[in-house]
């Protein structure tokens, strides 16, 4: 009995460290907020994000920029992280006109060694509507 509840608790604090740390609001989407004959387009630099020899524990910061580039305005409705070592903050509210810019800030702070896949899931009034953003590369130094 007494290995069953070390093992549970074992489990619990490591789906703990693991889950999705975002501050975000959900937001409902409507029918008029998607244009479907001019949708708008998130165009980013990169969809994936690649880093080299990253020390366990110590922290990445960066973000992924991108432009409108549609004739709709965009609309950011959830942003996501896959797991709780990226956290995400102040990705943008707000409508992004055509034309204009904006990003979408994370902070990645690894606990595991060896190569790390992540990502960032956004929902926007886009076509398709959903986006998959990759942190990648590979963790370094002693658990």
């Known amino acids: 009995m007494r290995k069953i509840i070390i093992s549970v608790l074992l489990v619990s604090s490591v789906l703990a460290s693991c889950k999705i740390t975002d501050k975000n609001e959900h937001r409902e989407v409507t029918a008029d ?73 994370f902070e990645f702070t690894p606990n595991v060694t060896g190569q790390n896949n992540k990502s960032i899931s956004i929902v926007a009034n886009t076509v398709p509507s959903t986006k998959k953003l990759v942190i990648k590369g590979t963790v370094v130094g002693t658990n």
């Open 33 to 105: 907020m998607i244009e479907p004959e001019n949708p708008p387009v998130m165009a980013f630099e990169n969809e994936t994000f690649e880093f080299n020899d990253l020390a366990v524990g110590s922290t990445l910061k960066s973000s992924f920029k991108f432009t409108n580039t549609g004739k709709s305005a965009l609309i950011l409705f959830d942003v996501k992280a896959s797991c709780g070592c990226t956290v995400l903050n102040g990705w943008p509210k707000e409508p992004i006109a055509p034309g204009k810019s904006a990003e979408i800030p």
